[in-house]
């Protein structure tokens, strides 16, 4: 599209349809990614890494994915049956957001291993010392089947194909509007798993914690995630990143999970 022509088809928007600028968006700009998206068949990562804007603004009303996983912990005799998960290992709990550009948000560490994720997001929305990023009026993370779904968290439809690989390998592909909303569902939220992959692979050891102390594994968890936001923030061209980085791309399931940064927030339970 010449110029001219785009900026004949940004006044006829102006005068005849709704569109404005946004808080973070010309509307030029908003065009420009909607053409520059469909015309070279950009996934909905690619587009925020070469436009440099956030998931939530390609996504509109949603500004992130939350999701917990468990990392290894060195735990107490007295207390590790406190956090054998799942699977009988000893893990902790991590729950995490993650914005659309693969940067942890929000972290929480410490809970034991045998606490669902729906329990730990639970205490820390009632805790007013928690400092949960509360999405605004009208926003809302997407989270997986093991949360509730209610104002600010949209989760899947239940007894419907959800997981990426399902969905892809049917013969029949995509059937009917439930089927659909739940692809798209994973297919965005899977940025979290996506992070967590990142994460796990650049530090092994959160799957094989040594002997320190509860509180110095908590803190080194969170080191872990604060060094994963800078490398995002300042090596783009980082190869795990660029790994796990394309959209559809899952990483190896947790050992344990409970479900099938300088820009970070945390807190460290004790």
Same mark, same amino acid.
């Given at each position: 599209m010449y110029r001219p022509c785009f900026e004949m088809l940004i006044q006829v928007l102006r005068q005849q349809t709704t569109l404005q600028n946004?808080?973070?968006?010309?509307?030029?700009?908003?065009?420009?990614? &909607?053409?520059?998206?469909? !015309?070279?068949?950009?996934? #909905?990562?690619? %587009?925020?890494?070469?436009?440099?804007?956030?998931?939530?603004?390609?996504?509109?009303n949603c500004v992130g994915a939350i999701d917990g996983t468990h990392i290894a912990v060195h735990a107490p005799a007295d207390v590790a049956?406190? &956090?054998?998960?799942?699977? !009988?290992?000893?893990?902790? #709990?991590?729950? %995490?957001?993650c914005s659309f550009d693969m940067l942890f948000t929000y972290v929480v560490i410490g809970w034991e291993g045998a606490v669902h994720d729906s329990?730990?997001?639970?205490?820390?929305?009632?805790?007013?010392?928690?400092? &949960?990023?509360?999405?605004?009026?009208?926003?809302?993370?997407?989270?997986?089947?093991?949360y509730s779904n209610k104002p600010g968290f949209l989760a899947p439809f239940r007894n419907v194909p959800y997981h990426l690989r399902d969905a892809r390998r049917r013969a029949g592909g995509i059937n009917?509007?439930?089927?659909? &909303?739940?692809?798209?569902?994973?297919?965005?939220?899977?940025?979290?798993?996506?992070?967590f992959g990142v994460l796990k692979a650049r530090f092994p050891i959160l799957r094989y914690m040594t002997n320190f102390s509860l509180i110095r594994q908590r803190e080194i968890a969170m080191c872990c995630c604060v060094l994963h936001n800078f490398i995002r923030l300042h090596n783009r061209g980082d190869p795990l990143f660029d790994k796990y980085g394309v959209?559809?791309?899952?990483p190896p399931c947790d050992s344990d999970s409970d479900d099938d940064a300088p820009s970070s927030s945390g807190t460290a339970r004790d």
């Open positions: 946004s808080r973070y968006l010309t509307l030029e700009e908003q065009v420009m990614i &909607f053409v520059y998206v469909i !015309s070279q068949k950009e996934t #909905n990562r690619m %587009a925020m890494e070469d436009w440099q804007h956030s998931g939530s603004t390609i996504s509109v049956n406190n &956090f054998r998960g799942r699977k !009988s290992t000893v893990t902790s #709990n991590m729950l %995490a957001i329990r730990v997001l639970t205490t820390q929305l009632e805790d007013p010392t928690s400092s &949960f990023p509360h999405p605004p009026p009208g926003k809302y993370y997407l989270v997986d089947s093991g009917g509007p439930t089927e659909l &909303f739940n692809y798209r569902h994973v297919s965005l939220r899977n940025c979290i798993e996506r992070c959209d559809g791309v899952m």
